[in-house]
């Protein structure tokens, strides 16, 4: 499965409860990439703490467990060069 489509920070009303992988946009540009056991709430968390992204994708990793989500976030991390990543 594939990310959705793009959605502006704050429309989280589609957003699943489940794991997932879910990049942060400035723009066009991918600023950060992450991963967690509960999308919605991790989404919801960036918005209270962080004003540097505006919209948003994702894709559900439902049923992957920890390892294989934490290796499919470094593929994301690599694959987009985001500039709020630590290395």
Known sequence: MGYTELRP???YRWVPDTSGIYRLYHGNQVVYVGQTNNLRARLEEHERSQSHWGSF???STR???TRDRK???ERAIA???PNRNQR
């Open 9 to 11: 920070k704050g429309d």
């Open 57 to 59: 994708d994702y894709k």
């Open 63 to 65: 049923g992957v467990n």
């Open 71 to 73: 290796q499919m976030e």
């Open 79 to 81: 694959y987009n060069h």
